[in-house]
């Protein structure tokens, strides 16, 4: 079954290029991703700009309206998504566990809907 | 199966069958190995009927591959294990926890666990709905939890057993002080889960906990549904044989080693029960064991309670100090046990003043009626107070 692994935290958080706290933090999302490879648990994922590039589209009777800005002005924000394909949501737990955006915010585990 | 609705149906369609069908051919050898492939077929049978033919749903497919490789007997223990730990699965709401381990471990009705709660049926319905709901949609597994976890989920099921006792041994609010079935629930239930995990000593501890209070039960309220103190409880009243029980729970639970916060809180009670009155109380023994708990639980609850032994080992005056070093703590502002034990011990000092606006503030924050009335008692008594 299929989870979406949506990873929120304070933007700007993200610690500086090149520090080692970065590295250590790169290396983290290495072994999540390996975790999620070797289980044959990985269906995608992928970082996202910062929601200063984000664009809210809605539309009512007819008319669109594009406004600058994410959905909600939270203090923590999606920086990132996994899509993983579990046997049961304990493993999808674990593997959130392992993403560095857990120790520094939080991962919100999302079942899949399927028709 | 996933679904715990569509799982009972199963249980009590096998349950009817068996009824019949044990009466014409015999107990089998393992009714229990019975009962499940009864169960399991009814399930595949109704999810055949429900399912269209396009899509054939995971759980149809999971059921009839589990019974091709599995056509023999489940272990019974296990079983009620993994359903603990299903129905305390952190994924669901806290309340939810306590309604589905009564639910389907301690087979309350909705009703009886609505009113345990003191929540109305309907309430009490839709949280076990949307909580059965989520072990559905979000697939939480009816399985052990992994290595790393497993610690953390057991506390998680002793907290559950434990939240459920408190609420029968000591209800938040309404008129009756004590709700006894739960009391009975909850100890049976952690019975269950010590026979299933018989190596762990805090398991040991939290049945001797539970056991040691409920054997104080009825001596805590008078005919007229009155609180009465520990001081003045008719101790010919406890349950002897119940100490007799705890105490040995306990005494097993020590010798294996490292003694955790039920393990002690257990000790501490037990101490209570093998004093004949109030006056020959060890208290003694009882400040070395909140020392010891204050170290496992650091934090201004366990140390409000040890100022108040301490009170009584040493005098009021001694304690009081204690007591004010935990004022400025945010959690204690709220916190009616600060505010009445304070009171309590400004009272026995001669602060009479003080100890009327204490009592005041701690009667503001019960929501028992019974403890409130107990309150109030004890400030009337107070000199020189308006």
Redesign the interface.
């Known amino acids: 079954m299929e989870y979406l692994l949506l990873i929120y935290t304070q933007e700007g958080s993200d610690p500086a290029p090149g520090s080692q706290e970065f590295q250590d933090m790169l290396a983290g999302y290495g072994k999540a991703g390996q975790a999620m490879t070797e289980a044959e648990a990985m269906r995608g994922g992928n970082a996202l700009q910062d929601t200063s590039t984000a664009t809210c589209v809605s539309v009512r009777d007819g008319k669109t309206t594009v406004t600058d800005g994410p959905f909600a002005e939270t203090k923590e924000q999606a920086g990132g998504y996994y899509l993983v394909d579990c046997k049961d949501l304990d493993q999808a737990i674990e593997f959130a566990a392992l993403i560095p955006g857990a120790a520094a915010g939080r991962v919100e585990v999302r079942p899949i809907q399927n028709f | 199966m996933r679904d715990l609705s569509l799982a009972e149906d199963a249980l009590q369609d096998a349950c009817v069958k068996a009824l019949t069908t044990w009466e014409e051919h015999g107990i089998p050898d393992n009714p229990r190995a019975w009962l499940v492939t009864a169960g399991r077929n009814r399930a595949i049978d109704d999810l055949r009927r429900k399912t269209s033919l396009k899509a054939k749903s ?1 759980t149809l497919k999971l059921l009839e591959e589990e019974g091709r490789q599995q056509q023999g007997e489940a272990d019974e223990a296990d079983d009620r294990l993994l359903l603990m730990f299903l129905c305390c ?1 952190p ?1 669901l709401a806290e309340e939810a926890q306590l309604a589905l381990t009564l639910r389907a471990l301690g087979g309350l009705t909705t009703e009886e666990i609505a009113s345990a709660f003191l929540v109305p049926v309907p309430t009490m319905a839709q949280r076990l709905v949307r909580a059965k709901r989520k072990i559905r ?5 009816y ?1 052990l ?2 290595e790393d ?1 497993i610690d953390q989920r057991l506390s998680r099921v002793m907290t559950v057993l434990y939240l459920i006792f408190n609420e029968g041994y000591a209800a938040r609010s309404g008129k009756a002080v004590v709700r006894t079935d739960l009391c009975y629930e909850s100890i049976r239930l952690t019975r269950i889960l010590g026979h299933l995990k018989p190596e762990n000593p805090e398991i040991k501890g939290l049945l001797a906990l539970m056991l040691l209070h409920d054997a104080r039960r009825t001596a805590r309220t008078n005919a007229e549904g009155t609180m009465i103190a520990l001081e003045y409880q008719d101790r010919s009243q406890w349950n002897h044989r119940q100490i007799e029980l705890g105490d040995k729970v306990l005494r097993e639970a020590l010798v294996m080693g490292r003694a955790g916060p039920y393990l002690l809180q257990a000790a501490i009670s037990g101490v209570h029960a093998k004093a004949p009155d109030y006056a020959s109380t060890d208290w003694q023994e009882i400040v070395g064991l909140y020392d010891r708990l204050c170290r496992v639980i650091p934090g201004p609850v366990v140390r409000l309670n040890r100022a108040f032994a301490v009170s009584m080992l040493k005098g009021a005056e001694v304690a009081l100090p204690l007591v004010a070093e935990l004022e400025g703590h945010p959690a204690m502002e709220a916190y009616q046990p600060f505010h009445a034990t304070r009171a309590d011990l400004l009272a026995r000092s001669g602060c009479s003043e003080e100890a009327a606006r204490t009592f005041d503030r701690a009667i503001e924050l019960t929501d028992n009626e019974v403890q409130r009335d107990f309150l109030k008692a004890k400030r009337a008594r107070l000199r020189n107070t308006r």
């Open positions: 995971e699965h994924a949609l979000a697939n939480v597994a399985r939890p992994t976890m």
